[in-house]
T-cell receptor, first 115, second 114 residues
Framework: DTAVSQTPKYLVTQMGNDKSIKCEQNLGHDTMYWYKQDSKKFLKIMFSYNNKELIINETVPNRFSPKSPDKAHLNLHINSLELGDSAVYFC??????????????FGPGTRLTVL | SQQGEEDPQALSIQEGENATMNCSYKTSINNLQWYRQNSGRGLVHLILIRSNEREKHSGRLRVTLDTSKKSSSLLITASRAADTASYFCATDALSRGYGNKLVFGAGTILRVKS
């Protein structure tokens, strides 16, 4: 069983298009995240949702809009795609614990290529 | 800028040797975590060390944390070809009770030759 799944795995599109990436976790976690990994492998958080509430919103262009219909899903919609949006996007989830032990579980990634 | 800086950027060793990777960070942290990423895959959590801990072991992994120097090291003993991957440290500086914000280093690419 896949713990954190993302679709699609690959996404190739033209500049200016709008696209969505979907993420689902079956771990029962209450927090989900979106990360962007660039061509140099730098991994940076974009958004975090806890129980469908936006918690972390880093300096991300407002062309990126996350949506969490329920705590098991966190989708990422991107408007007016630009060349610089080309990257691998990772979804992750974690469960908040009083102990502070909060490992994150990552999806397999979606490789977005903007032409 | 990235919170964590890792060195070396790349490491190539023979199977059976030990591999040591270092990570430095800039701000106060609650914990520091190490993740592994195989080529074309997502990240996998390896080990977490809290800010009040100095050393932690998990199987062939040993992690140290020196908060006075704001640095951590990951030691993989008796390396195997399957350990070939990128290794990232990640610092958790926020504890809002609503999940955590991990700030990742640039990663170390480890290649274990058989």
């Amino acid at each position: 069983d896949t713990a954190v799944s993302q679709t699609p795995k690959y996404l190739v599109t033209q500049m200016g298009n709008d696209k969505s990436i979907k993420c689902e976790q079956n771990l029962g976690h209450d927090t989900m995240y979106w990360y962007k990994q660039d061509s140099k492998k730098f991994l940076k958080i974009m958004f975090s949702y806890n129980n469908k509430e936006l918690i972390i919103n880093e300096t991300v262009p407002n062309r990126f809009s996350p949506k969490s219909p329920d705590k098991a899903h966190l989708n990422l919609h991107i408007n007016s795609l630009e060349l610089g949006d080309s990257a691998v996007y990772f979804c992750a989830s974690s469960q908040v614990r009083p102990s502070g032990y909060n490992e994150q579980f990552f999806g397999p990634g979606t490789r977005l290529t903007v032409l | 800028s990235q919170q964590g800086e890792e060195d070396p950027q790349a490491l190539s060793i023979q199977e059976g040797e030990n591999a040591t990777m270092n990570c430095s960070y800039k701000t106060s942290i609650n914990n520091l975590q190490w993740y592994r990423q195989n080529s074309g895959r997502g990240l996998v959590h390896l080990i977490l060390i809290r800010s009040n801990e100095r050393e932690k072991h998990s199987g062939r992994l040993r992690v140290t944390l020196d908060t006075s120097k704001k640095s951590s090291s990951l030691l993989i003993t008796a390396s195997r070809a399957a350990d070939t991957a990128s290794y990232f440290c990640a610092t958790d500086a926020l504890s809002r009770g609503y999940g955590n914000k991990l700030v990742f280093g640039a990663g170390t690419i480890l290649r274990v030759k058989s």
